[in-house]
């Protein structure tokens, strides 16, 4: 078991709407779940998107509370449903409809890290899976949308910045020879999940800094974004990807010479960011 669902940082005075949270960059890896594994020390860590809680830590600074994981994705996907168990790793769970995630190996308890390389020898026990889900996916979730409830109580609305990583080869193939490569990927669901309105500041705010953004393609958001996202009702979740060859070597799993740089660079974005959550944005239609 880790130690925490959860690291909070809170501002000392609440002065903006914006929640950060970084569901994948917890890097505590509990003994008993590295005698499971068939993996070494630095594989395990392939799906971790590491260093996006130091990257963008500034959020307190600028009246924005930041959510952070306390565990790995390898142990538990927080960007997954509850109920995303993987039949073929855990015993007792029926094969249900179609979920292509899951099929993958990457339900809320993950089969698989990057590349698809197995966790696991052999299956884990429900009871195991349960207690896992119950002792840092709830806790997490509800700390969550408690902070949400309280920005939509404060200021009329809640916007959520779900900030992840992304490894330089999934952008292969998404730029063509005469246009730039993306730098950070914006999902939003197609509009499902975020007013038009919010989702062009935030892309403002990381094109003022000069990075090339692109929305949805090829990541349009997960779980978080899908279970938090409710424009109609002034809540809006936005799922963020960065390039991680802009701050960090992912053979290493080290920060590059760049790292200070990007991360001086995503304070400034951060700030312009939790600048939208002091105004009120219009009702999104129905």
Known sequence: MVQ??????????????????????????????????????HAIRSSEDAFVNTLFDAAPDFGAPFLTAVAPRAYLDLNRSADELDPALIEGVRKGGHNPRVASGLGVIPRVVAGGRAIYRGKLPLAEANARVNQVWRPYHNRLQRLLDESHARFGQAILIDCHSMPREALDGTSRSHSKRPEVVLGDRFGASASSEVVDRVEAAFAAAGLHVVRNSPFAGAYVTQAYGRPSRRQHAIQIEIDRALYMDEATISPNANFDAMRALLRAVVADIATIGQERMPLAAE
């Open 4 to 41: 925490a669902a959860y690291n909070l940082s809170l501002p000392g005075n609440r002065t903006s709407c914006v929640v950060f949270a970084s569901p994948h960059s917890g890097s505590h890896y509990p003994p008993a779940f590295l005698t499971q594994t068939i993996l070494d020390n």
